[in-house]
């Protein structure tokens, strides 16, 4: 398809002949938390040299209803703790947002301490699809001895988890592909959908999910304008993109975005992959982890 720098969402799925998109890398969370989300943003400039304005600030109800003016069919709940003592009343305000809210994938999250695992069987029990983990915030090494069993039942179960560990857009103590490669020798079978596709360490992520069946990334912020200032995507890898065409996932960060959410979806078109790859990415991929239903190119998008 032809890529166009200000792609409309629903003309880009009808053109792929999409009934919508999936987005599996979306943040909604209690308005305290995301104030402090967005504060962070507001300041990250001294970090990255680049201002970040917040292209959707708006209240809760205002951004359901924009995603969904996208066309977007199915969008998580990314939200996550950064200390001891949050998780728990994070995934009890996240399944009354999955409850009220149509689309949204149930999402739930975790931190390394007591209780983990009583609290995210509670979740799985409860039907949370996917777990959110940023170990940049929350400062842990994912590997942390609190968090084994927690690991093993999400291997056991196949619920995967989105994890913030490629280093940007500033490294932690335990961002980075060490601590999930120690990870995922240890749970080789773990559903992983690694965000941001690892940037900056594109590379060493891409090796992980060629090495592990279940390492999936998702596109969020990578290859825009914004991202290739900062981490350029390296040319000579986007052959092993396509090589995994069918682990690749949509993701925009939306609402925390510095430009339009078009842009995400011109920044995948221009990669020229091409439509297959584009529809997988957009839809076909996340509806098969999911279980949610497949396209069919011989229908249009709903409006």
Known sequence: MSASADADP???ARELRLPGLIDVHTHFMPQNVLDKVWAYFDSVGPLTGVAWPIAYREEEDRRVEI???FGVLAFTAMLYPHKAGMARWLNEWAVRFAGRTDGCLHTATFYPEDGALDYVSRAVEGGARVFKV???VGDFDPDHDELRD???LLSDTGVPAVVHCGSGPAPGRFTGPEPMRRLLARHPRLKVIVAHMGMPEYGDFLDLAERYEGVFLDTTMA???FAERLSPFPL???KRLLDLGDRVLLGSDFPNIPYPY???LHALARLD???DWLRGVCHDNAARLFGLPLASVSQGIHR
């Open 10 to 12: 629903l003309a880009f």
């Open 67 to 69: 995603l969904r003016g």
């Open 134 to 136: 940023h170990l940049q």
């Open 150 to 152: 927690v690991w093993g």
């Open 223 to 225: 290859f825009t304008d």
């Open 236 to 238: 000579d890898a986007r």
């Open 262 to 264: 078009g842009h995400q």
């Open 273 to 275: 992959l091409g439509d």
